[in-house]
């Protein structure tokens, strides 16, 4: 079936530094994507989301950029900081109701002091 | 706080015994909510939707007569474990919408399965 998947699975930044992770998607149908963080033995912590009809949506820190055409997400985050470290998700809202959905296979993002 | 709250956080069973999780929405009514699955250093899957007043529907692959889901009200999902294996320890994470804020989805805290 179709599915999300991410390129990379660990990413290593300095304090300070900008990350980006990057989030591939195959259903061609999805409309509404979204970012989680997940911290260890915790449930999932929403970042940002963004919808179809957009390319591009920022939040405090953080910018979501949409490519429909090549169907590809990205999460940046600028001036990574230590209590950025986590699991990150990417997952698209997929079936006919908000709320059903599926979550590519994660980034560990370690951030160095 | 917390918008969707999970119990217990952390259970431990013996095999071939069967364990109830919960999923309460907390200031808000939920008539679907989601389960899902989480193997350590995995991503989550999606075991099932729950509908309050009707029958759950599964994924594929997600015995239904090995998790129970109830929807009995609109506050209230639960997940039972029936007959559980070691093979069933994992993280369940469940998760709701909210339509009247733009279908806000939140997920619970989680709920830390072992069977030993």
């Known amino acids: 079936g179709e599915s999300v998947g991410l390129h990379l699975p660990t990413l290593s930044v300095q304090e300070g530094d900008n990350s980006i992770i990057n989030c591939a998607y195959s259903n061609s149908a999805s409309d509404y994507f979204i970012w989680y963080k997940q911290e260890s033995g915790k449930g999932p912590q929403f970042i940002i989301d963004i919808r179809s009809n957009m390319d591009k949506r920022q939040g405090q820190r953080v910018t979501v950029l949409l490519n429909k055409t090549v169907k590809h997400l990205s999460l940046q985050i600028a001036a990574t900081q230590p209590g950025d470290s986590a699991v990150y998700f990417c997952?698209?809202?997929?079936?006919?109701?908000?709320?059903?959905?599926?979550f590519g296979q994660g980034t560990i993002l370690t951030v160095h002091p | 706080g917390a918008v969707v709250s999970q119990h217990p956080s952390r259970v431990i069973c013996k095999s071939g015994t069967s364990v109830k999780i919960e999923c309460r929405s907390l200031d808000f009514q939920a008539t679907t909510m989601f389960w899902y699955r989480q193997f350590p250093k995995q991503s989550l899957m999606l075991m099932a939707t729950s509908n309050e007043g009707s029958k759950a529907t599964y994924e594929q692959g997600v015995e239904k007569d090995k998790f129970l889901i109830n929807h009995a009200s609109l506050t209230l999902s639960t997940l039972t474990v029936t007959s559980a294996h070691p093979e069933d320890s994992s993280f369940y994470i469940c998760?709701?919408?909210?339509?009247?804020?733009?279908?806000?989805?939140?997920f619970g805290e989680g709920s830390w399965l072992t069977v030993v």
């Open positions: 997952a698209e809202n997929t079936g006919t109701s908000y709320g059903k959905l599926t």
């Open positions: 998760s709701a919408n909210r339509p009247e804020l733009g279908n806000t989805i939140y």
